[in-house]
Structure formats: C-alpha cells, structure tokens
C-alpha cells in the first residue's frame, strides 16, 4: 500500500473523497497545508491522519524554499505519491522535478481545455455541450501532465459558474479516489 500525502490550501472535499474511497493500492499518511487552521486539516486530524500547517506566507517571494520544507516533511514521512487538492499554488521546477511520476493533481475541466483558474466560466462563454474533470501528473507547464483519467457531464442551459462547479466536483470526488489507486497500484 502506497503512502500518500496530501497538499491542500481549503476545505479539503477531495481530501475527504480520497479518505472516504474504499481501495487497498494506497493510504492517506500525511496532509499538509500553506494556509493554517482550514477545514482540510480538521477533516484529516478527525480521520487520524497527521496534518500539518507549512505557511507559504512566511518564506516571502522564495517558493523553492517552502518547497523544500514541504520536500523534508514528505520524505521524513516516507511518502510515496503527492496528491494536489485544492493546493493553490504554482510549484517549481525544484518539486515538480523531485516527484516526478509521484505528483498527481485534479483539474476541474477537460484538459486539454481550459488550464489554470475560470474554467466553469470559460466553458461557459466558450459554449461548450459538456465540461468536467481531469486527473493528470503535475509537469512543469500548469495542467499539462499526462492525463490519468477524465470524467465529464453535459453543461445544462441554466448552468451559471457556480452550479457547474457544483456539478464537477461531484465527478472530481468519484474520480480522484480511482485515478490515484491506479496511479499507486502501477508505482512499484
């Protein structure tokens, strides 16, 4: 069973997907936030998984720096996969280099479509018929790792940003919890 941290900046709904899903390929050992007392730390404490609070904000304007906090926390817990959740902050080539094949994200559009922030606005005023989520391994260039799943929907036409965010995490919280046991099943 493969160690998993979890890096999460709010309330930690996919954390809470990942600890609820039913699976043997990996285990949630470890969450960490930049930002202190969210609610993804309360989920984690009350599922018995240690939580911790590395605040981006003190390291200044030197991200690789926090990084390599965040790096010494992972690899003192014997970490195996890094999951994203929520975590809203652009990582450098220093971390992304350093887990490669071990650092998975959610997105919550199609990609290709749509990287980076807006997407349920975006596929609004692009028209699109459907939108949904992707989980993908986190590359240097934002949301453009290989694909490790996608689940999509039909956009209704009284859907606002907000109801199709609604929607879409619904589809992030069944297909995060899938995408990373097959992620971890495949890491030897």
């Not at 960490?32 to 009350?46: D, F, K, Y």
């Amino acid at each position: 069973m493969k160690r998993v941290a979890v890096l999460v900046s709010g309330r930690g709904s996919n954390l809470q997907a990942l600890l609820d899903a039913k699976q043997d390929a990996y285990k949630i050992a470890l969450v960490i936030s930049n930002v202190p007392e969210v609610e993804g730390l309360a989920r984690a404490r009350a599922a018995g998984v240690e939580a911790l609070t590395i605040d981006h904000k003190r390291f200044g304007k030197d991200r690789e720096l926090f990084e390599r906090e965040i790096d010494a926390a992972l690899r003192t817990h014997k970490i195996d996969i890094v999951a994203l959740a929520g975590f809203m902050r652009v990582l450098t080539p220093f971390f992304v280099r350093a887990w490669a094949g071990r650092l998975v994200n959610i997105h919550p559009s199609l990609l290709p479509k749509y990287p980076g922030m807006n997407t349920h606005a975006r596929a609004l005023e692009a028209g699109d018929a459907e939108h949904g989520a992707t989980v993908h391994l986190v590359v240097e260039e934002v949301d453009a790792g290989d694909i490790l799943g996608q689940s999509s929907m039909p956009i209704e036409p009284d859907d606002t940003p907000e109801t199709l965010a609604q929607r879409v995490l619904a589809l992030e919280h069944k297909l995060y919890p899938q995408c990373l046991a097959k992620l971890a099943a495949s890491i030897p």
